[in-house]
């Protein structure tokens, strides 16, 4: 694998994501994503999802990087019953724009103190003034931060005497605050945002401001005032194992079906995760079920892969086969992505290695994200997975 490939541009950026009165075709049909309040389904809801998803999609889902539920498979005939049946379990909302706004990512160890902070956040949605459609919130309130590479534009965190901190994304310090106060002061940073200019001229997220402007971190701190409040340490990406919340289960490429969340639901209230797995409440043993990643060191969680063709219609390529295919030749430690496209929706950071769907093959991308420039021409699918150690040299 030798030379250097500029990756197929041939994709389509959305600019918004799926919701349930929204919902995204794919090649497989609606993709409708749920979103949980305050980061848990109970138990019950979870049942439902997946007696829904059952009769009005094709049963497979997935858990996303935004630690949401998605339905596959739904047609246009069946969204309005399948909508029908979220709603009865209270996961609908009254509008499409407060949907799109209810973007929240909460930590699945989030206490109850925190949950009652999400809950604040969720409140003042309604009240902010108009933001871009992928702009999101994290909810990190715990000892370290485990939400630190999730995608966010405003942050709720603990700095490290314990205290309570809202912070925009790409600066390194954040404002002090309360429960009781975390609406005003979100309200306050959403507006300083847009006065800033967030929103027009490419600048679609906090980071466009704050993490390569100093124009437009100034423009907030001049609105907020200084920033000295710094967050608690980072946390290592948690792993599949037993914590006092539940046990933490991962799924290969963050997709399940309808039948297995039907049973996990048996056994607590789900909690998804940003990271491809879902926390199940209360859960003291890990569950021996066909199918899970409950292993820490399971290749599986080696590898990253999108849908892929032909579920996804920007897919150039199958991407999940050869990305199984391929992992057991994944060092340790290290992460190998498969794209179909030079979107990289399933993994938008860097990866030590990076294959990406082009018309001829997949090329490789060392040390970066899959729209960076490939590193090696391209080379077919059955090439790579005769021989494993195409794939080790580029580590």
């Known amino acids: 694998m030798s030379g250097v490939a500029a990756t197929d541009p041939g994709f389509a950026v959305q600019g918004w994501c799926p919701g349930a009165l929204r ?120 000892s370290n931060r485990v939400l630190a590479e999730v995608s966010a534009d405003i942050r709720v965190e603990r700095d490290a005497t314990g205290g309570l901190l809202v912070r925009a994304d790409g600066m390194t310090a954040g404002w002090r605050t309360e429960a009781g106060t975390i609406a005003d002061d979100i309200r306050r940073i959403a507006r300083a945002f847009v006065d800033a200019g967030g929103g027009r001229d490419g600048a679609s997220r906090m980071a466009d401001l704050t993490g390569r402007c100093s124009g437009g971190t100034g423009a907030i701190l001049a609105a907020l005032g200084p920033a000295v409040a710094v967050p608690a340490p980072v946390a290592d990406v948690p792993m599949p194992g037993l914590y006092p919340q539940g046990a933490l289960i991962g ?11 039907g049973t996990l639901a048996m056994l607590g209230p789900v909690r998804p995760t940003p990271w491809r797995m879902v926390l199940v409440e209360g859960l003291t043993h890990m569950p021996g079920l066909p199918g899970l990643i409950i292993d820490p060191d399971d290749p599986l969680r080696r590898v990253v892969a999108c849908t892929g063709a032909p579920g996804c219609p920007q897919g150039l390529a199958p991407t999940r086969a050869l990305a199984r295919a391929l992992a057991a030749a994944v060092p340790a430690g290290k992460t190998l992505h498969v794209s179909g496209c030079a979107k990289g929706c399933a ?12 018309r001829d093959g997949f090329q ?20 790579l997975t005769a021989d494993p150690a195409l794939i080790k040299d580029l580590f």
């Open 251 to 261: 799924f290969a490429f963050g997709q399940t079906d309808a039948a297995m969340l």
């Open 23 to 142: 919902p995204m075709l794919s090649g497989d049909g609606l993709v409708v994503r749920v979103r949980p309040r305050l980061g848990r389904f109970t138990a019950d809801q979870a049942a439902g999802i997946a007696r829904a998803a059952a009769a009005h999609g094709s049963g497979v889902m997935d858990v996303t990087s935004r630690a949401n539920l998605q339905i596959r498979g739904v047609s246009a005939d069946a969204h309005p019953a399948l909508i029908a049946d979220l709603d009865a379990l209270g996961l609908v909302d009254p509008t499409e724009a407060l949907e799109a706004r209810r973007n929240i990512v909460v930590s699945p160890f989030a206490d109850d103190a925190a949950m009652a902070v999400a809950c604040r956040v969720e409140e003042v949605l309604p009240f902010l003034p108009t933001l871009p459609g992928k702009f999101g919130f994290a909810i990190d309130c715990g």
């Open 364 to 383: 490789a991308i060392r040390g970066g994200t899959a729209r960076d420039a490939a590193s090696t021409a391209p080379v077919a699918a059955d090439a």
């Open 347 to 358: 993994h938008s950071g860097v990866a030590d290695v990076t294959l990406v769907a082009a």
